[in-house]
């Protein structure tokens, strides 16, 4: 299976991630279309990578939540492979989540070329999932582009 990549390109298959108790809604949310990012009980907060306890109030009444599946571009990066004969560039970006100021993620930007990014642009969420099937990569493209 190849993943398609920001700028069209086609890449070997995205590695399958470790999952365990705190990330596993992160990346299997997408089955149900649902960004699920981690969010405290106690002070509200939202946070991200997933972990056991609040990083602002240390509470450990946390979980994942169903967030908006919008956001901001805040920076990106343009990445080569030239180690990879005939291997296309392909985008990563910082995205900065509607629910709070600062909770950003690092993930890849599709259907978008690089020439037509811009910061602060809005952004959705949109999955594309693991060839087994069980577990969904959360992948953001500017709002209302087509897959």
Not at 72 to 89: D, H, K, R
Request: charged share 20%; aromatic share 10%; hydrophobic share 40%.
């Amino acid at each position: 299976m190849t993943a398609r990549t920001a700028v069209g390109a086609v890449l070997p298959m995205r590695l399958r991630p470790y999952l365990d108790d705190d990330n596993r809604a992160f990346w299997t949310g997408g089955e149900s279309n649902s960004l699920m990012i981690h969010r405290c009980n106690s002070c509200q907060s939202w946070f991200h990578p997933p972990a056991p306890i609040c990083r602002r109030c240390q509470s450990t009444d946390v979980g994942p939540q169903k967030s908006s599946g919008r956001g901001t571009l805040a920076s990106y990066t343009v990445n080569f492979q030239q180690w990879i004969p005939g291997a296309e560039p392909y985008i990563i970006g910082w995205v900065e989540l509607l629910e709070q100021p600062n909770l950003r993620l690092m993930t890849n930007l599709v259907d978008v070329e690089a020439e037509d990014l811009s910061l602060d642009m809005p952004l959705e969420v949109v999955f594309e999932a693991h060839p087994d099937g069980d577990l969904w990569y959360p992948l953001f493209r500017p709002v209302g582009a087509a897959s």
